[in-house]
């Protein structure tokens, strides 16, 4: 059963894309074939599977514990998905090469599983060849940004980053049937999510490096940081110096108002502090993050005493 707000793989669209189930297995020996262009999943070796570009894959692998989990289960009831593949213009006499655009962690466990068992079938992966000529780089990006978004748990800056570029990718197109459909919609139909969803992910973009990095790390939810998306890059600068991690408290954040003052956002982050003074102090620019984050843990232990 899929998660909420996750499609089923199997009776995805992009399932229906990309595989049909053959019941002649006289004609499709694998079981699979594509449902668009007649192509049979082929095997292809290891060796000849490179990854996509990190610009197109930004997405974090697999947590050991769940590559363990993945590993256990390719060994016992074998691949479930082939990957899908785009093939590059062989050099001859060097065979042709294909980029990984679904199954990057797939690949990673057959790969272990070959080193550790030295077993010749995971040497090879089934994986669906898309061909040169089908596909442009636009629509390369789209199958991993999509395969992502259905198949992973992605955190609130993995998918603002889908969004984003999910977006630019729309815009790039010439659609006709889209032509009266907002970018938006298409893409909270694609994702099942609300319009709403997809406004908040891509205002997130607009936080700045300090801010993303807490996304990226899961300090930052994505209220908190669209609250915090109210403020011009410089006014943000100003909050993350004076208050730092304190801009992750959901209390704090709810109460975030756009047009709020210094004094106002001081007066919300230091509720008991009367007056509040500006300290200007010179650091070692390599000790600056450590030595606001000591200094907030300073502050935060003298307001509650």
């Known amino acids: 059963m899929a998660g909420k707000g996750k499609k089923d793989w199997a009776s995805s669209s992009f399932a229906d894309d990309f595989f049909i189930k053959r019941g002649d297995t006289d004609k499709d020996p694998f079981g699979f074939m ?24 930004f997405y974090k692998p697999l947590a050991e514990d769940k590559m363990d989990e993945l590993i256990e289960s390719i060994e016992q009831k074998g691949l479930l998905h082939p990957i899908v593949v785009w093939e590059r213009a062989a050099e001859y006499p060097e065979p042709a090469r294909y980029t990984i655009l679904s199954g990057h962690n ?17 040497a090879v992966i089934m994986a669906h060849v898309k061909k040169p000529h089908e596909i442009d780089e636009e629509q390369a990006k789209e199958i991993v940004i999509d395969t992502n978004w259905v198949s992973r748990q992605l955190s609130a800056y993995e998918k603002s980053q889908s969004i984003i570029r999910k977006y630019m990718i729309l815009g790039s197109k010439e659609k006709k049937a889209h032509a009266n459909i907002l970018r938006r919609d298409i893409i909270a139909k694609e994702y099942n999510i609300t319009g709403r969803q997809v406004d908040n992910y891509r205002k997130l973009s607009e936080l700045i490096e300090p801010f993303q990095e807490m996304l990226r790390s899961q300090e930052l939810g994505v209220k908190a940081g669209v609250k915090l998306t109210y403020f011009d890059s410089e006014m943000q600068q ?6 730092g991690e304190a801009v992750c ?9 756009a047009g709020m003052g210094k004094e106002e956002l001081s007066t919300l982050f230091n509720p008991g502090v009367e007056k509040v003074s500006f300290v200007k102090m010179e650091v070692p620019a390599e000790l600056r993050n450590e030595f606001i984050a000591m200094a907030h843990r300073w502050l935060k232990s003298k307001t509650k005493q």
Not at 249 to 257: F, G, H, L, M
Request: aromatic share 14%; glycine share 4%; no cysteine.
């Open 34 to 57: 594509s449902a668009k262009s007649g192509a049979y999943v082929l095997q292809l070796e290891l060796e000849l599977l490179d990854a996509a570009p990190q610009e197109w894959n």
């Open 106 to 122: 797939r690949v990673e466990a057959f790969r272990r599983l070959y080193e550790s068992t030295g077993d010749r079938k995971y």
């Open 238 to 243: 100003w909050i993350y110096d004076s208050f």
């Open 249 to 257: 408290e959901n209390k704090i954040a709810n109460a975030i108002k």
